[in-house]
C-alpha cells in the first residue's frame, strides 16, 4: 500500500486548495482512506476519513470535503477558508476494513502552508 500525494502549496488565509493522492498495491474498495496531516513540532494528525461513513476533525469540519475516485485510485481533499493553522504537511494513509490510525508506509507527502 503506497501513496503519492501533491496539490499543495502556498495560499493566503481564506483561500481553498485541493490535495490529490494517489494509492497503489491495494483496492481502494476494501480499505478505509484517511488523510493526515503534521505540523512543525506537532504529532501527525488525522483530518479526515472516508470508510462507507466520512469523518473530520473538528478543527476542519464544514471546511474541507474529502472524496473518492476509486476507478483513479485517488483520494481528494478540499481545503476551503483555510486557516494559518492548517499548516503541515499532508498524507494519506490507508487500513484494511477501517479508517487507519497509524500507517507504516508515509509517502513524501504534500505541503501546505497558509499565510496570515
Known amino acids: 500500500v503506497q501513496f503519492v500525494e501533491s496539490g499543495g502549496g502556498l495560499v493566503q488565509a481564506g483561500g481553498s486548495l485541493r490535495l490529490s493522492c494517489v494509492g497503489s498495491g491495494f483496492t481502494f474498495d476494501d480499505y478505509g482512506i484517511a488523510w493526515f496531516r503534521q505540523a512543525p513540532g506537532k504529532r501527525r494528525e488525522r483530518v479526515s476519513c472516508i470508510r462507507g461513513r466520512i469523518d473530520y476533525a473538528d478543527s476542519v469540519k464544514g471546511r474541507f470535503t474529502i472524496s473518492i475516485d476509486n476507478a483513479k485510485n485517488t483520494v481528494y481533499l478540499q481545503m476551503n477558508n483555510l486557516k494559518p493553522e492548517d499548516t503541515a504537511v499532508y498524507y494519506c494513509?490507508?487500513?484494511?476494513?477501517?479508517?487507519?490510525?497509524?500507517?507504516?508506509?508515509w509517502g513524501q507527502g504534500t505541503q501546505v502552508t497558509v499565510s496570515s
Open positions: 494513509a490507508a487500513a484494511y476494513l477501517v479508517c487507519p490510525t497509524a500507517f507504516r508506509n
